[in-house]
Structure formats: structure tokens, C-alpha cells
């Protein structure tokens, strides 16, 4: 059974930054693609960001130009680097890998991201 794991999370003012980590437990050289979606209370889980197994990339107009995902391949570890923090990107933010297109994709326990001053 594949794992990940997120970290990273936390309490920012706004305009801070974090940096969110998703670690697999299973090696992701030849990932499909992994992305990192958010939840916040009340609302449907929206995609935020992805990277696929060529590197490119999609975000959400929503944080277009303040957010960055990238992966590690050598720590199989898929990372969100999120700066200009707004009260509005408060949620719980989940990891997600699918390894091959037609088969189950995986998710994170998700962590809690909170920006209020």
C-alpha cells in the first residue's frame, strides 16, 4: 500500500509563506502525476497545483504567480512552496499521486494550512 505523507502545514500571517512536503512511499521517477488539492470548511476540494512526469505544470488561477510546486525525485518528495499568503487560502491541503493512468490514484491524511493575523 503506498503512502504519503504531508508536513508543513501550519498557523501564517497573511502575506508569510510555507512550504508544504509530500513524501511517497513508493518511487515517483515515472509518476503520471501528483498535485496538491485544498478543502476548506464548507466547500468542495479544489486542485491547486500538479506537476506531471515531464515536468509541466497547472495552478489554479487562484494562485497563479504565488505558488510553486515542484518534485524531488531523488527523495520521491513532491513539494508546494506558497508565498503571499491570503486568509482565503485557509484549508486542509492534501497530496495526491497517480502512478498510472486507469489505476487508483493515492491521498495524503492532509495537513491544515491557516493564514490569519
Known amino acids: ?45 479544489e486542485l491547486v497545483a500538479r506537476i506531471t512526469t515531464g515536468g509541466r505544470t497547472n495552478y489554479a488561477d487562484s494562485v497563479k504567480g504565488r505558488f510553486t510546486i515542484s518534485r524531488d525525485n531523488a527523495k520521491n518528495t513532491v513539494y508546494l512552496q506558497m508565498n503571499s499568503l491570503k486568509p482565503e487560502d485557509t484549508a486542509v491541503y492534501y497530496c495526491n499521486a497517480l502512478w498510472l493512468v486507469g489505476t487508483s490514484d493515492y491521498w495524503g491524511q492532509g495537513t491544515q494550512v491557516t493564514v490569519s493575523s
Do not use: D
Not at 21 to 30: E, G, L, N
Not at 31 to 37: D, L, R, S
Open 1 to 45: 500500500q503506498v503512502q504519503l505523507v504531508e508536513s508543513g502545514g501550519g498557523l501564517v500571517q497573511p502575506g508569510g509563506s510555507l512550504r508544504l512536503s509530500c513524501a511517497a512511499s513508493r518511487s515517483i521517477f515515472s509518476i503520471n502525476a501528483m498535485g496538491w488539492y485544498r478543502q476548506a470548511p464548507g466547500k468542495q476540494r
